[in-house]
């Protein structure tokens, strides 16, 4: 098993910018990692994911072209840039690590996060 602690929460204006990270204990870099998020009153969602090398990176629809997925095996850690941020992107971020070393399935989750608050103000 492995702990995840997600940063970089935080207010932001529609429009700007945020880079939310994910600090891991433990395995790391044979793992595929993941964002997902959960708005109020919604359930949680896939956002992006990462395979364990960073050759292949997989998006949401309604986040494709505004945010990036990527990662540092040396350092344990996953990162999120959020660009052009929009009041629906509101939600509580969490990271997660996938049962094996490719992307492509979101619901192969193996651990998540505590999640991390994101608030875009209009």
């Known amino acids: 098993q492995v702990q995840l602690v997600e940063s970089g929460g935080g207010l932001v204006q529609a429009g700007g910018s945020l880079r939310l990270s994910c600090a891991a204990s433990g395995p790391f870099s044979a793992y595929a990692m993941a964002w997902f998020r959960r708005a109020p009153g919604k359930e949680r969602e896939f956002v992006a994911s990462i395979n364990w090398t960073g050759t292949r990176t997989y998006y949401s629809d309604s986040v494709k072209g505004r945010f990036t997925i990527s990662r540092d095996n040396a350092k344990k850690t996953v990162y999120l840039q959020m660009s052009s941020l929009k009041p629906e992107d509101t939600a509580v971020y969490y990271c997660?690590?996938?049962?094996?070393?490719?992307?492509?399935?979101?619901?192969?989750?193996?651990?998540w996060g505590q999640g991390t608050q994101v608030t875009v103000s209009s």
């Open positions: 997660a690590r996938f049962r094996n070393s490719v992307a492509d399935d979101k619901n192969s989750v193996a651990d």
